[in-house]
């Protein structure tokens, strides 16, 4: 998963890591450093954090996206970091979790 790198300046990628980080939080799924920096993140923006903050989130992002793949497609059909949190619940990411229940209505 070199992906999560390649995007790490793009503006994109850092709303859904916000995204993501911020859904995590509201969920007390964070702790220690990273729960810590993402406060600062959340209250300050990404352009406060220092290189090696936003390294260490990337990191999380990274771990948490692997630690969670979809069932069906192995996340080849996952978009943005918030889907991950969708698959830690339905071990599906939301696009098969879609065409399942369509599966199941024809
Ligand atoms: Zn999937």
Not at 42 to 51: A, E, Q, R, T
Not at 63 to 70: F, G, I, L, R
Not at 71 to 98: F, K, Q, W
Request: proline residues 1%; charged residues 35%; contains cysteine.
């Amino acid at each position: 998963m070199g992906q999560v790198k390649q995007w790490m300046f793009d503006k994109e990628h850092e709303d859904d890591l916000k995204d993501f980080l911020s859904q995590l939080m509201d969920r007390s799924e964070l702790e220690g450093a990273i729960e810590g920096i993402t406060k600062f993140l959340l209250d300050k923006g990404f352009n406060s954090l220092s290189d090696k903050q936003k390294y260490v989130l990337e990191n999380f992002a990274e771990n948490y996206a692997s630690d969670h793949e979809c069932e069906r497609c192995g996340n080849g059909n996952v978009a943005e970091l918030t889907d991950h949190i969708y698959i830690s619940e339905n071990s599906l990411c939301p696009m098969c979790e879609y065409d399942r229940e369509k599966f199941m209505r024809d």
